[in-house]
């Protein structure tokens, strides 16, 4: 099995790569290996909570109305709230924590990812992680510009992945 995950997806690709013998390669994309959340997305969950907790808790109320709390339901508030509230607990995932071929593909513009990889280029290394930089990109482009992406990832799971 294969994992490509970006931002969020891509932090649950290491932790699969990191915990699962069936994974043979993941592409993370847009986020580092160690913390599950680093001090930018730490600032990020801690207004998402502040704004929408509230909300959640009072989705499992009749303090709200039904239109309201259906539409919280819809948009996974209590979910997502949750999920960020547990996060900043998860363990540490290193390059070194993999058991599978891994790609670490970023834009140029992501500054969490360009200053992770200044302090930790050597843990990459002599883990065997392939690191692609995408030139200009920042972390919402390294979604949106696929064809950028896309024949990065497919080049490294046709080398990395067993063929049916």
């Given at each position: 099995?294969?994992?490509?995950?970006?931002?969020?997806?891509?932090?649950?690709?290491?932790?699969?790569?990191?915990?699962?013998?069936?994974?043979?390669?993941i592409a993370v994309i847009g986020v580092p290996f160690g913390r599950a959340v680093h001090e930018?997305?730490?600032?990020?969950?801690d207004e998402f909570i502040e704004k929408y907790e509230p909300l959640a808790r009072a989705s499992n109320?009749?303090?709200?109305?039904?239109?309201?709390?259906?539409?919280?339901?819809?948009?996974?508030?209590?979910?997502?709230?949750?999920?960020?509230?547990?996060?900043?607990?998860?363990?540490?995932?290193?390059?070194?924590?993999?058991?599978?071929?891994?790609?670490?593909?970023?834009?140029?513009?992501?500054?969490?990812?360009m200053e992770w990889?200044?302090?930790?280029?050597?843990s990459l290394e002599s883990a065997e992680i392939q690191v692609e930089i995408i030139a200009g990109l920042t972390h919402q482009q390294e979604f949106t510009k696929i064809n950028q992406v896309f024949p990065i990832v497919r080049s490294f799971f046709e080398k990395n992945c067993l063929q049916p």
């Open positions: 099995m294969s994992v490509w995950g970006y931002s969020f997806g891509g932090s649950i690709a290491r932790y699969l790569g990191s915990w699962s013998h069936r994974v043979q390669a930018e997305f730490d600032r990020f969950i109320k009749e303090s709200l109305n039904e239109r309201k709390r259906r539409s919280t339901i819809k948009a996974h508030i209590p979910v997502w709230v949750a999920c960020f509230q547990a996060m900043p607990s998860w363990p540490s995932i290193a390059a070194a924590d993999l058991d599978c071929a891994a790609l670490l593909l970023a834009g140029s513009r992501n500054n969490s990812v990889l200044k302090n930790n280029d050597q």
